[in-house]
């Protein structure tokens, strides 16, 4: 069983940054995939990023590609999503999800552990 809590969420301009985490219960944490996925009103939810068990590997959305990063601390359990020059269009809630494998996928379908999520509104 593996439990999600993302933090850092909030309201940011345009052109700010902002870093969110998500801290994970479990003893296994390195052997979980980790990805971001992000829902804005309305909308469906979208894949963000991915990254590997080990932290070697990670996957972006075709939007995120040069302004997102991915990573994790594996000694802290927790995996992180830096965002970089924001964009209105990236209000959204931004969920936290786990794998029970340590290969990342772009599939919603393939993660069985959700956090609550974390608002990020960037206003203009």
């Known amino acids: 069983q593996v439990q999600l809590v993302e933090s850092g969420g909030g309201l940011v301009q345009a052109g700010d940054s902002l870093r969110l985490s998500c801290a994970a219960s479990?003893?296994?944490?390195?052997?979980?995939?980790m990805g971001w996925f992000r829902q804005a009103p309305g909308k469906q939810r979208d894949f963000v990023a991915a990254?590997?068990?080990?932290?070697?590997?990670?996957y972006y959305g075709n939007s995120m590609k040069g302004r997102f990063t991915i990573s994790r601390d594996n000694a802290k359990s927790t995996v992180y999503l830096k965002m970089n020059s924001l964009k209105v269009e990236d209000t959204a809630v931004y969920y936290c999800?786990?794998?029970?494998?340590?290969?990342?996928?772009?599939?919603?379908?393939?993660?069985?552990?959700w956090g609550q999520g974390t608002q990020v509104t960037v206003s203009s």
């Open positions: 999800a786990a794998r029970g494998v340590g290969s990342p996928s772009l599939y919603e379908a393939s993660y069985g552990y």
């Open positions: 479990g003893r296994t944490f390195s052997s979980n995939a």
């Open positions: 990254i590997n068990g080990g932290g070697q590997l990670t």
